[in-house]
């Protein structure tokens, strides 16, 4: 059974880094693309950052572009997150999730799998 563990979370200052990861297990999780959701209170879910299978290609949220970094790391078979800058209004549940396609879509309903979140908070 294919499972994904997030990990990293915590509580920062603005202008902090975090990096999270994401542990992919399972026979049929590395054939797929990975993207990185994350849901405030009283949000809706929202993409964050995707990662294709192969070729390297990935894709982001107009408003984590060019402060975080999707990557995927094979000897350790995880994908990971890599936020820079953070501001007070990334502070949300981060969820890593694994998509039905080889190539990152940033909707969460082409996305079957998901781990079980990690707390991130940006204080002011």
């Known amino acids: 059974q294919v499972q994904l563990v997030e990990s990293g979370g915590g509580l920062v200052q603005a202008g902090d880094s975090l990096r999270l990861s994401c542990e992919v297990s399972g026979r049929t999780s590395s054939s797929y693309a990975m993207g990185w959701f994350r849901q405030a209170p009283g949000k809706e879910r929202e993409f964050v950052a995707g990662i294709s299978f192969s070729g390297g290609a990935s894709r982001y949220a107009d408003v984590v572009q060019d402060r975080f970094t999707i990557s995927r790391d094979i000897a350790k078979n995880a994908v990971v997150l890599q936020m820079n800058s953070l501001k007070p209004e990334d502070t949300a549940v981060y969820y890593c999730?694994?998509?039905?396609?080889?190539?990152?879509?940033?909707?969460?309903?082409?996305?079957?799998?998901w781990g079980q979140g990690t707390q991130v908070t940006v204080s002011s």
């Open positions: 999730a694994q998509a039905r396609t080889t190539w990152a879509t940033p909707q969460s309903s082409e996305y079957d799998i």
